[in-house]
Protein backbone atom coordinates (compact mmCIF):
# COMPACT_ATOMS: atom_id res chain seq x y z
CA UNK A 1 0.00 0.00 0.00
CA UNK A 2 1.84 3.23 -1.14
CA UNK A 3 1.88 6.00 1.71
CA UNK A 4 1.79 9.57 1.60
CA UNK A 5 3.57 10.58 -0.98
CA UNK A 6 4.49 14.41 -1.27
CA UNK A 7 6.56 16.91 -4.51
CA UNK A 8 8.91 17.72 -5.16
CA UNK A 9 10.95 16.56 -2.15
CA UNK A 10 13.28 20.06 -2.50
CA UNK A 11 12.03 23.64 -3.72
CA UNK A 12 14.65 26.55 -3.85
CA UNK A 13 12.47 29.94 -4.59
CA UNK A 14 13.28 33.83 -4.17
CA UNK A 15 11.68 35.87 -2.17
CA UNK A 16 8.45 37.02 -3.70
CA UNK A 17 7.62 34.20 -5.81
CA UNK A 18 5.01 31.81 -5.09
CA UNK A 19 5.20 27.80 -4.71
CA UNK A 20 2.95 25.11 -5.05
CA UNK A 21 3.46 21.67 -3.22
CA UNK A 22 1.59 18.92 -3.96
CA UNK A 23 0.09 16.00 -1.40
CA UNK A 24 -1.09 12.02 -2.99
CA UNK A 25 -2.89 10.49 0.14
CA UNK A 26 -3.09 6.77 1.22
CA UNK A 27 -5.83 5.70 -1.14
CA UNK A 28 -9.27 5.92 0.60
CA UNK A 29 -8.01 8.84 2.88
CA UNK A 30 -10.45 11.66 3.01
CA UNK A 31 -8.97 14.20 5.12
CA UNK A 32 -5.75 15.46 4.01
CA UNK A 33 -3.82 18.04 6.70
CA UNK A 34 -0.70 19.96 6.35
CA UNK A 35 1.83 21.37 8.55
CA UNK A 36 4.67 23.79 8.58
CA UNK A 37 8.13 22.52 10.81
CA UNK A 38 10.70 25.18 11.50
CA UNK A 39 13.41 24.39 14.32
CA UNK A 40 11.72 27.33 16.23
CA UNK A 41 8.35 26.91 16.22
CA UNK A 42 8.33 23.33 15.83
CA UNK A 43 5.18 21.50 13.82
CA UNK A 44 2.45 23.74 12.93
CA UNK A 45 -0.96 22.92 11.51
CA UNK A 46 -2.02 25.26 8.09
CA UNK A 47 -5.00 23.65 7.21
CA UNK A 48 -7.40 20.38 6.72
CA UNK A 49 -9.50 19.04 4.04
CA UNK A 50 -11.92 16.36 3.64
CA UNK A 51 -13.77 15.88 0.51
CA UNK A 52 -12.99 18.78 -0.91
CA UNK A 53 -13.80 21.13 1.82
CA UNK A 54 -12.16 23.19 4.19
CA UNK A 55 -12.30 22.21 7.36
CA UNK A 56 -10.02 23.93 9.41
CA UNK A 57 -7.17 26.87 9.17
CA UNK A 58 -4.35 27.46 11.21
CA UNK A 59 -3.06 31.03 12.25
CA UNK A 60 -1.09 31.71 9.02
CA UNK A 61 -1.48 34.59 6.52
CA UNK A 62 -3.61 34.99 3.17
CA UNK A 63 -0.65 33.41 1.37
CA UNK A 64 -1.02 30.38 2.38
CA UNK A 65 -3.94 29.14 0.22
CA UNK A 66 -4.57 25.04 -0.35
CA UNK A 67 -7.28 22.72 -1.87
CA UNK A 68 -8.47 18.95 -2.43
CA UNK A 69 -9.48 17.43 -5.51
CA UNK A 70 -12.07 15.13 -6.35
CA UNK A 71 -9.70 11.86 -5.70
CA UNK A 72 -8.31 13.38 -2.43
CA UNK A 73 -4.96 15.02 -4.10
CA UNK A 74 -4.15 18.18 -2.36
CA UNK A 75 -2.09 21.10 -2.83
CA UNK A 76 -1.05 23.81 -0.95
CA UNK A 77 0.19 27.71 -2.43
CA UNK A 78 2.42 29.95 -0.83
CA UNK A 79 2.41 33.31 -3.19
CA UNK A 80 4.41 36.56 -2.09
CA UNK A 81 7.53 33.76 -0.58
CA UNK A 82 9.37 35.52 2.51
CA UNK A 83 12.50 34.51 3.78
CA UNK A 84 10.39 33.08 7.02
CA UNK A 85 8.44 30.67 4.87
CA UNK A 86 11.51 28.23 4.69
CA UNK A 87 10.65 25.52 6.56
CA UNK A 88 9.81 21.44 5.68
CA UNK A 89 6.13 21.02 4.58
CA UNK A 90 4.49 17.84 5.74
CA UNK A 91 1.46 16.61 4.28
CA UNK A 92 -0.83 13.77 5.97
CA UNK A 93 -3.65 11.90 5.60
CA UNK A 94 -6.04 9.92 7.69
CA UNK A 95 -9.76 7.92 6.85
CA UNK A 96 -10.60 9.81 9.81
CA UNK A 97 -8.97 11.98 12.34
CA UNK A 98 -9.29 9.68 15.62
CA UNK A 99 -7.15 7.26 14.00
CA UNK A 100 -4.07 9.53 13.43
CA UNK A 101 -2.45 10.52 10.19
CA UNK A 102 0.13 9.08 8.39
CA UNK A 103 2.75 11.41 7.01
CA UNK A 104 4.32 12.15 4.12
CA UNK A 105 8.39 12.79 3.84
CA UNK A 106 7.68 16.64 3.57
CA UNK A 107 8.60 19.26 1.06
CA UNK A 108 12.19 21.45 2.26
CA UNK A 109 10.94 24.80 1.08
CA UNK A 110 14.49 27.11 0.84
CA UNK A 111 13.07 30.77 0.50
CA UNK A 112 16.52 32.88 -0.80
CA UNK B 1 -6.23 28.04 24.71
CA UNK B 2 -5.40 24.24 23.80
CA UNK B 3 -1.43 23.74 24.32
CA UNK B 4 0.54 20.53 24.35
CA UNK B 5 3.87 20.94 26.77
CA UNK B 6 6.34 18.32 27.00
CA UNK B 7 8.92 19.65 29.56
CA UNK B 8 11.97 18.22 28.36
CA UNK B 9 14.04 18.77 25.13
CA UNK B 10 16.41 15.96 25.45
CA UNK B 11 16.55 12.91 27.43
CA UNK B 12 19.49 10.79 27.63
CA UNK B 13 19.38 6.91 29.37
CA UNK B 14 21.49 3.90 28.86
CA UNK B 15 20.45 0.87 27.55
CA UNK B 16 17.89 -1.23 29.46
CA UNK B 17 16.84 1.48 31.76
CA UNK B 18 13.18 2.79 32.34
CA UNK B 19 12.37 5.29 29.97
CA UNK B 20 9.58 7.88 30.64
CA UNK B 21 8.54 11.27 27.95
CA UNK B 22 6.26 13.33 29.24
CA UNK B 23 3.29 15.26 27.76
CA UNK B 24 0.52 17.56 29.40
CA UNK B 25 -2.09 18.93 27.77
CA UNK B 26 -4.50 21.90 28.61
CA UNK B 27 -7.83 21.18 26.93
CA UNK B 28 -11.41 21.84 27.83
CA UNK B 29 -13.06 18.89 25.44
CA UNK B 30 -12.69 15.66 25.81
CA UNK B 31 -8.86 14.96 24.79
CA UNK B 32 -7.64 12.55 21.52
CA UNK B 33 -3.91 12.13 22.18
CA UNK B 34 -1.04 10.46 19.97
CA UNK B 35 2.45 9.62 20.22
CA UNK B 36 4.35 10.25 17.30
CA UNK B 37 7.49 9.28 16.64
CA UNK B 38 10.55 10.23 13.90
CA UNK B 39 13.54 8.22 13.57
CA UNK B 40 16.84 9.35 12.20
CA UNK B 41 16.09 10.77 8.35
CA UNK B 42 12.79 8.74 8.41
CA UNK B 43 8.93 10.00 8.10
CA UNK B 44 6.82 10.97 11.13
CA UNK B 45 5.05 8.38 12.19
CA UNK B 46 2.36 7.33 14.21
CA UNK B 47 3.04 5.30 17.38
CA UNK B 48 0.79 4.81 19.97
CA UNK B 49 -3.40 6.55 19.94
CA UNK B 50 -4.83 6.61 23.24
CA UNK B 51 -8.70 5.55 22.58
CA UNK B 52 -6.87 2.18 21.22
CA UNK B 53 -4.62 1.33 24.68
CA UNK B 54 -1.80 -0.05 22.94
CA UNK B 55 1.37 -1.48 23.16
CA UNK B 56 3.50 -0.54 20.80
CA UNK B 57 7.41 -1.48 20.62
CA UNK B 58 6.69 -1.97 23.95
CA UNK B 59 5.58 1.74 24.75
CA UNK B 60 2.26 2.60 26.30
CA UNK B 61 0.67 5.76 27.32
CA UNK B 62 -2.02 6.39 29.37
CA UNK B 63 -4.28 8.93 29.52
CA UNK B 64 -4.26 10.66 33.15
CA UNK B 65 -7.98 13.39 32.48
CA UNK B 66 -7.55 14.63 36.61
CA UNK B 67 -3.48 15.36 35.75
CA UNK B 68 -3.93 16.25 32.26
CA UNK B 69 -1.34 14.02 31.19
CA UNK B 70 -0.23 11.42 28.44
CA UNK B 71 3.21 10.38 29.55
CA UNK B 72 5.07 7.99 27.44
CA UNK B 73 6.79 4.99 28.95
CA UNK B 74 9.11 2.17 28.20
CA UNK B 75 10.49 -0.20 30.76
CA UNK B 76 13.42 -1.50 29.47
CA UNK B 77 14.96 1.37 26.37
CA UNK B 78 16.86 0.07 23.73
CA UNK B 79 19.38 2.10 21.86
CA UNK B 80 16.88 1.85 18.60
CA UNK B 81 14.70 3.68 20.52
CA UNK B 82 16.59 6.69 20.19
CA UNK B 83 14.54 9.30 18.06
CA UNK B 84 12.09 12.11 18.52
CA UNK B 85 8.86 12.11 19.85
CA UNK B 86 5.98 14.15 19.41
CA UNK B 87 2.59 14.08 21.74
CA UNK B 88 0.04 15.71 20.12
CA UNK B 89 -3.53 16.50 20.68
CA UNK B 90 -6.70 15.91 17.99
CA UNK B 91 -9.50 18.68 18.51
CA UNK B 92 -12.15 16.47 17.27
CA UNK B 93 -14.66 19.66 16.86
CA UNK B 94 -11.89 21.27 14.52
CA UNK B 95 -11.64 18.51 11.72
CA UNK B 96 -8.20 17.09 11.72
CA UNK B 97 -6.26 19.53 13.60
CA UNK B 98 -3.75 18.32 15.72
CA UNK B 99 -1.50 20.60 18.01
CA UNK B 100 1.80 18.92 18.66
CA UNK B 101 3.94 19.64 21.56
CA UNK B 102 7.54 20.80 20.96
CA UNK B 103 9.36 17.28 21.09
CA UNK B 104 11.79 15.14 23.34
CA UNK B 105 14.43 13.85 22.08
CA UNK B 106 15.53 10.60 23.28
CA UNK B 107 19.05 9.07 23.45
CA UNK B 108 19.78 5.90 24.39
CA UNK B 109 23.16 5.02 25.20
CA UNK B 110 24.88 1.96 25.36
Known amino acids: KAGVTQTPRYLIKTRGQQVTLSCSPISGHRSVSWYQQTPGQGLQFLFEYFSETQRNKGNFPGRFSGRQFSNSRSEMNVSTLELGDSALYLC???????????FGSGTRLTVV | AQRVTQPEKLLSVFKGAPVELKCNYSYSGSPELFWYVQYSRQRLQLLLR??SRESIKGFTADLNKGETSFHLKKPFAQEEDSAMYYCALHLYNQGGKLIFGQGTELSVKP
Open chain 2, 50 to 51: HI
Open chain 1, 92 to 102: ASSVTANYGYT
